[in-house]
T-cell receptor
Framework: GAVVSQHPSWVICKSGTSVKIECRSL??????MFWYRQFPKQSLMLMAT?????????EQGVEKDKFLINHASLTLSTLTVTSAHPEDSSFYIC??????????FGPGTRLTVT | AQKVTQAQTEISVVEKEDVTLDCVYE???????LFWYKQPPSGELVFLIR??????QNEISGRYSWNFQKSTSSFNFTITASQVVDSAVYFC????????????FGGGTRVLVKP
């Protein structure tokens, strides 16, 4: 099956700093990538959908200026959490898809903001 | 709007017992896909099955089986002879045609298999 990687797998940062998370499709070209956030003991909530070469589409309630998404190539999307606060601490998961095909999930990035 | 409901938040069983996870969905699309994923403590989602709306055949894969019933909008998942390694959170999810390929997840069911 297709492989999606995320980097870093975990990160601790101080409040007010920015953190970048990378999502890469290793063996296929992903026209669409998705970013999810999962709080402890909760389900995955879609944050945004990004298509290569165009602006991301954010779900209602997600601040686009705080969660910057860039999908610069068919194998890489990045999520930058700007001016992070403790309430942004969460598990961030990306997935990648070819067109309307199946989504392949990355292993997730655990962000802790102190 | 699409919705997936997993009414059971947590199920605890003893090893070798069978466990069935319920999933009820809502969609106005005639073409849609249903999924089950396993999320072990490590956090990585593991794909288990995809079923399209035109295929109501039940499926069995080893100790796993799925029962899809369009008449009741349900897609239930059964683990037979559960093992400790089955302990995880299981998510049911839906993609409907109108939503493109955006997945709608259910709330998840935590399964705890005790030795």
């Amino acid at each position: 099956g297709a492989v999606v990687s995320q980097h870093p797998s975990w990160v601790i940062c101080k409040s007010g700093t920015s953190v970048k998370i990378e999502c890469r499709s290793l063996d296929f070209q992903a026209t669409t990538m998705f970013w999810y956030r999962q709080f402890p003991k909760q389900s995955l909530m879609l944050m945004a959908t990004s298509n290569e070469g165009s602006k991301a589409t954010y779900e209602q309630g997600v601040e686009k200026d705080k969660f910057l998404i860039n999908h610069a190539s068919l194998t890489l999307s990045t999520l930058t959490v700007t001016s992070a606060h403790p309430e942004d601490s969460s598990f961030y998961i990306c997935s990648a898809a070819q067109g309307f095909g199946e989504q392949y999930f990355g292993p997730g990035t655990r962000l802790t903001v102190t | 709007a699409q919705k997936v409901t997993q009414a059971q938040t947590e199920i605890s069983v003893v090893e070798k017992e069978d466990v069935t996870l319920d999933c009820v969905y809502e969609t106005r699309d005639t073409t849609y896909y249903l999924f089950w994923y396993k999320q072990p403590p490590s956090g990585e989602l593991v794909f288990l099955i995809r079923r399209n709306s035109f295929d109501e055949q039940n499926e069995i894969s080893g100790r796993y089986s799925w029962n899809f019933q369009k008449s009741t909008s349900s897609f239930n998942f059964t683990i037979t002879a559960s093992q400790v390694v089955d302990s995880a959170v299981y998510f049911c999810a839906l993609i409907g045609g109108a939503a493109g390929n955006k997945l709608t997840f259910g709330g998840g069911t935590r399964v705890l298999v005790k030795p």
